[in-house]
Nanobody, 124 residues
Framework: QAQLVESGGGVVQPGGSLRLSCVAE????????KGWFRQAPGKEREFVAAINWSGDRTYYADSVKGRFTISRDNADHTVFLQMSSLKPEDTGTYYC?????????????????WGKGTLVTVSS
């Protein structure tokens, strides 16, 4: 069964960095666009970043532009999210996603594949 498995979450101080990873299991998703959504406590799930299947196009939410970088390694079936200059408002559960037509405007209910999430807490 195809699944996405995230890792790399944790507790970090404001201004710190974290690198999230997501490995595909059961299938490669190499022809799929991949990305990250996040959900803060009491808030709706929101788009964070996306990368197209070949890795030459990336998209970011305005709130993370210039601080987060998404990348992928199709050989290892992995997608990464490098997060820098973290702020308390970046706190939440981060979900890895895959969808052939993933775009920044795609609502979460339309996304085909989801990981179970990894928790990121930014706090002093």
């Amino acid at each position: 069964q195809a699944q996405l498995v995230e890792s790399g979450g944790g507790v970090v101080q404001p201004g710190g960095s974290l690198r999230l990873s997501c490995v595909a299991e059961g299938r490669t998703f190499s022809a799929y666009n991949k990305g990250w959504f996040r959900q803060a406590p009491g808030k709706e799930r929101e788009f964070v970043a996306a990368i197209n299947w070949s890795g030459d196009r990336t998209y970011y939410a305005d709130s993370v532009k210039g601080r987060f970088t998404i990348s992928r390694d199709n050989a290892d079936h992995t997608v990464f999210l490098q997060m820098s200059s973290l702020k308390p408002e970046d706190t939440g559960t981060y979900y890895c996603v895959a969808d052939k037509y993933l775009t920044p405007t795609m609502g979460p209910q339309m996304v085909d594949y989801w990981g179970k999430g990894t928790l990121v807490t930014v706090s002093s």
